[in-house]
């Protein structure tokens, strides 16, 4: 009978990343997939490389920032392994806020500047020779990439594969069995299978296995893409919106934040008002088509923060929590939760992920 060093509940980009890491370290390692590897949270994303954005909470973004510097030579290694192309792109963020409020390492934009950047973007001048879109206030630029997180996964999938790496598909884990105070298994819908060394990396449904239980749940965030309209170059962020241009010429549009249980329902107003939110900064979107829109489960923390590390049982550990940035974390998530699975010592100071913060 087969048998493997370590199992990782979970075939998204988070998965997949730590099951390539640890393979590298020579561990025989099975994927177990509850649908199709990457088609959940890992599919919906946007692919924003935002390590120093505002949004991200000030405990995450050492761990965020390295991971956005890993980027080049995460995608380099995939690319390497299955052949596919990954559409990294670093042209950069151009910030508009109502509030003037901007990450420390963003660089105003004065009105000139933001027409040169993108000519597309609505802009009018507040009196100052200051960008004020649609009467926002401020501009920024923020040198920042973003990934195809469709072509990431595939490629991962593909240079797990080609690594060794086993996944099992389909299979839905319903608990992790215990023997004498460590992980021996864990039992799914099908059948079992042994490890000495299990990784829960099931994203909005890592609470859902037993035997501990992760405060992790769904929310929803529902996405189109357009085709034929205006080209950016650039990421265009505001507060009520985003687009992120894609190589072949889409432009994802995204997202509401909606705590909606497992509903992964794409609701038609709310498309509609992303796309206004968008034309409203970018009028030559109106000419465009709708060619996609989905909605995904990203995994939330009541603190925003992922939960990474061992659990209170023997080789039991958990990679999940990332909320809106599984994609940016996908490289120092493969390294930390290496090091930590292997007990070699992490240079990432894990403490405010770890997952007996929510132990009472």
Avoid at 58 to 76: N, T
Avoid at 154 to 179: F, M, R
Avoid at 287 to 316: F, K, M
Wanted: hydrophobic letters at 40%; a neutral charge; one cysteine or more.
């Amino acid at each position: 009978m087969k048998s493997w060093d370590a199992i990782i509940i979970g075939g998204g980009i988070i998965g997949l990343s730590l099951a390539i890491s640890l393979r590298k370290q020579g561990l025989r390692v099975l994927i177990v997939e509850r649908g199709e590897p990457g088609r959940e949270a890992s599919h919906a994303a946007a692919g924003m490389l935002a390590g120093s954005g505002l949004e991200i909470p000030p405990a995450l973004r050492p761990l965020a920032e390295e991971s956005a510097r890993l980027y080049p030579e995460f995608v380099h290694e995939l690319e390497d392994e299955s052949g596919i192309k990954v559409d990294l792109r670093d042209q950069g963020t151009i910030l508009i806020s109502h509030e003037g409020k901007f990450p420390e390492k963003a660089e105003p934009l004065s009105l000139s500047q933001m027409q040169s950047l993108e000519p597309q973007l609505k802009t009018a001048s507040d009196g100052r020779g200051r960008p004020s879109p649609h009467g926002q206030i401020g501009a920024a630029f923020l040198n920042e990439r973003s990934v195809d997180p469709r072509a990431l996964t595939a490629a991962a999938i593909k240079a797990a594969k080609h690594s060794g790496v086993d996944i099992s598909s389909g299979t839905e884990v319903k608990k992790v069995s215990v023997e004498d105070g460590r992980v021996a298994a864990v039992e799914t819908d099908k059948t079992s299978y042994a490890a000495p060394m299990v990784v829960n990396c099931a994203g909005a449904w890592a609470g859902c296995i037993g035997p501990e239980r992760f405060p992790v749940k769904p929310i929803k965030g529902q996405m189109l893409a357009v085709v034929a309209g205006p080209g950016l170059k650039h990421i265009i962020r505001s507060e009520k919106v985003y687009l992120v241009p894609r190589s072949d010429g889409r432009i994802v549009i995204g997202s509401t934040l909606e705590d909606a249980g497992y509903d992964k329902r794409v609701e038609a107003d709310a498309i509609e008002k992303l796309f206004q939110a968008a034309t409203d900064l970018v009028p030559g979107l109106t000419a465009s088509r709708q060619h996609e829109a989905w909605a995904g489960l990203r995994p939330g923390t009541a603190d925003e923060l992922p939960i990474l590390g061992e659990t209170s049982t023997a080789g039991y550990f958990v990679a999940s929590g990332h909320y809106r940035d599984g994609i940016l974390l996908a490289p120092i998530t493969a390294r930390v939760m290496t090091e930590t699975i292997l007990g070699k010592p992490c240079a990432q100071d894990l403490t405010a992920f770890s997952p007996s913060r929510f132990k009472s």
